[in-house]
């Protein structure tokens, strides 16, 4: 049975980012479920702009981590910079936790971080975090619903479908295959396997267990 659980977040536009005066959005809004989503946007990055960024090679950054990488965002509230430091303007603010972001570069305690719509600016160091999410194919709004599988295989039966958009936990990937999880409006929790080239938030072929 296919559950139909939607939860719309407040204004629709400030589900993602709180955008500056003067400023415009490219996101217009996203709204969660289980089986069903919708993401209203546009210039949100395809699977090849992550593919382009692993393949330009790993490099270590000031901090002794590799860049680019993939985190995600600690707090509910996160201001997003100009430049690396508090005296730069704040360009947008994000509004949710747990969204993945691509960090491709280090200043100091500022890390300079790229969102799903392919939008960048500098982030604090402790408001990012090492827990991996990844997002639901948000380059294209009308893709098939993903499937969550119970093992990894097209094969297995499903747990549920996922629409573009959606925010998984990642627990693990092995370079096709990403164990996930995730919790709707009632507090009911799925977990499963989804395809690694369908996610925005983690790499092709990357492998990683939490």
Not at 52 to 81: D, M, T, W, Y
Not at 88 to 104: N, R, S, T
Request: hydrophobic fraction near 40%.
């Amino acid at each position: 049975m296919i559950l139909k659980i939607m939860q719309f977040w407040q204004a629709n536009r400030q589900w993602l980012r709180k955008i500056q005066p003067g400023l415009t959005s490219s996101v217009v809004g996203l709204c969660l479920a289980v089986t069903a989503f919708a993401f209203i946007g546009t210039a949100v990055s395809s699977p090849a702009f992550a593919q382009a960024a692993n393949e330009r090679g790993i490099r270590v950054g000031p901090s002794g981590l590799p860049l680019p990488r993939f985190v995600s965002l600690k707090a509910n509230q996160v201001n997003v910079r100009v430049g690396p430091g508090r005296d730069y303007d704040i360009a947008w603010i994000f509004v949710k936790g747990g969204l993945p972001v691509e960090v491709f570069q280090e200043s100091d305690n500022w890390r300079r971080i790229r969102d799903a719509a392919g939008n960048s600016g500098w982030v604090f160091h402790s408001l990012l975090s090492g827990r991996r999410t990844a997002l639901v194919t948000p380059w294209s709004a009308n893709a098939e619903p993903l499937p969550l599988y119970r093992e990894r295989s097209v094969g297995a039966k499903l747990n549920a479908r996922l629409e573009s958009g959606l925010l998984l936990n990642i627990e693990e990937c092995d370079g096709e295959w990403c164990r996930a999880d995730l919790t709707d409006a009632n507090d009911q929790s799925y977990r499963g396997f989804v395809q690694q080239d369908k996610l925005w938030g983690v790499y092709p072929n990357e492998e990683f267990e939490d």
